[in-house]
């Protein structure tokens, strides 16, 4: 029996775990990337380090217009077979509160273990191969600058427009689009927010701990807390990537986004002026300002001081969103490719048999903390042993 060809565009994270699926149940694949080398973005990811899953799965970890969508591929391929899956390949983990990473530090060798792998399973990784078109001929043709690969399956992984790593060029939208898929409008996601103001170089390099939350019309939708981080144009940190995508999609659809920041969240508002007034009892000498050393750095004491009302300040300092960062600046995107249209347990679109697809590409995105990764692993394993299958 001749073997199955499968064709995945895109050698990323997604893709590269597809073709492997793919050859382990018997396929022919080969990997098309544009790139010189596969796998470019893993290598940036977790600052060079790989966050690569988390062993937690928080309710609201997945986000998108189907968030439930998920589960199909997770179900098959779980945050535990993720870690099976590259501990057989040889990674060696260390858990940091429940995220993953290689114990080697090192970004690069997942990607080496991956590569390994395919290769050891005779996948062709075709790289400076950029992906043009696809098309129904006699069977599937994907067609890059000046060749063409027959398949009985195609795996489309070629990712999002997110961050400046070449290759995240949005492509695969167009491909998708060229096929009668939907795309929902990419927007950057998991990125800083610009503020209204002209006074934030005031504070700008603090670090500190706070909650956020997000006001979309008015109303305060979305709360997280952790290290955030003061910049120049607004704010940043991981509490303000978490609720990022909500912010920036409330703004494309011309919605008010504001954030109230709380910078003492431990001391509950109306406790705040009998806390200030214990602090001034014991240390009547200090002046307003003195009186918050010790509990926030001193350039943040200077903006907080230099507000009206500094209850206020503290506990809900307001902040008129402008905008999200670009998609350069960006590590992920929300929207992408309609799941709708695609089977949630195969990764096959409900549009085109054999025609499959995985990865970021997909109208899903994840929270910080090794989601985006996880998502990718799950998706392109289930997109690569479905696609895999002998067509009956
Ligand atoms: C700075 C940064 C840090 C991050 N850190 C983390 C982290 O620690 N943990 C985490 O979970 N997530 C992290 N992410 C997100 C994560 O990297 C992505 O969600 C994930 O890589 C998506 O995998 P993918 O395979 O779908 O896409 P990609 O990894 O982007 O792979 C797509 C591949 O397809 C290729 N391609 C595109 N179009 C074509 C075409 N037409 N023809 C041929 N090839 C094509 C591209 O060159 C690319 O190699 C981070 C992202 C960034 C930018």
């Given at each position: 029996m001749s073997r199955k060809k499968v064709v995945v565009a895109g050698g990323g994270a997604a893709g590269l775990t597809a073709a492997i699926m793919a050859a382990r149940k018997g396929a022919e694949v080969t990997v098309l990337e544009?790139?010189?080398?596969?796998?470019?973005?893993?290598?940036?990811?977790g600052n060079g380090k790989c966050n690569l899953s988390n062993t937690k799965l928080p309710k609201?970890?997945?986000?998108?217009?189907?968030?439930q969508f998920v589960q199909g591929a997770l179900s098959q391929f779980s945050q535990q077979d993720t870690r099976s899956f590259f501990e057989k390949?040889?990674?060696?983990?260390?858990?940091?509160?429940?995220?993953l990473y290689p114990r080697s530090g090192q970004a690069q060798s997942?990607?080496?273990?991956?590569?390994?792998?395919?290769?050891?399973?005779?996948?062709?990784?075709?790289?400076?191969e950029k992906v043009t078109g696809i098309r129904r001929e006699e069977c599937w043709k994907v067609y890059t600058e000046g060749w063409h690969y027959p398949a009985e399956a195609v795996i489309l992984a070629n990712g999002s427009k997110a961050s400046a790593i070449s290759g995240s060029d949005g492509s695969g939208y167009l491909l998708a689009e060229a096929l009668g898929h939907h795309v929902i409008?990419?927007?950057?996601?998991?990125?800083?927010?610009?503020?209204?103001?002209?006074?934030?170089?005031?504070?700008?390099?603090?670090?500190?701990?706070?909650?956020?939350?997000?006001?979309?019309d008015g109303k305060p939708l979305y709360r997280e807390r952790g290290e955030l981080q003061l910049t120049e144009y607004g704010i940043s940190g991981i509490p303000v990537f978490q609720i990022s995508r909500y912010a920036v999609r409330a703004l494309d659809e011309k919605k008010a986004v504001s954030l109230n920041v709380d910078f003492l969240p431990e001391i509950a508002v109306e406790s705040f002026p009998g806390f200030l007034e214990e602090r001034r009892k014991s240390c009547p000498y200090k002046s307003e300002k003195e009186l918050l050393l010790g509990i926030f750095p001193d350039k943040l004491i200077k903006v907080l001081t230099g507000q009206k009302n500094l209850t206020?300040?503290?506990?809900?300092?307001?902040?008129?969103?402008?905008?999200?960062?670009?998609?350069?600046?960006?590590?992920v995107c929300s929207g992408g490719v309609d799941t709708a249209e695609v089977d949630c347990?195969?990764?096959?679109?409900?549009?085109?048999?054999?025609?499959?697809?995985?990865?970021?590409l997909l109208d899903i995105d994840g929270m910080c903390g090794g989601y985006n990764l996880q998502w990718a692993w799950s998706s392109g394993a289930c997109a690569g042993s479905h696609a895999a299958e002998i067509l009956s």
């Open positions: 544009q790139n010189e080398k596969p796998g470019k973005k893993i290598c940036a990811t609201d970890a997945y986000r998108g217009s189907h968030p390949m040889g990674i060696y983990f260390t858990d940091r509160d429940g995220c997942v990607v080496d273990v991956l590569v390994l792998e395919a290769r050891s399973l005779g996948v062709k990784i075709k790289t400076n409008k990419p927007l950057p996601a998991l990125t800083a927010l610009k503020c209204q103001g002209k006074g934030f170089s005031a504070w700008a390099g603090v670090r500190t701990e706070g909650e956020v939350t997000l006001c979309i206020e300040a503290v506990k809900a300092f307001p902040l008129k969103v402008t905008g999200g960062m670009s998609f350069a600046q960006a590590q347990m195969t990764m096959e679109s409900v549009l085109n048999k054999g025609i499959y697809f995985a990865g970021e």
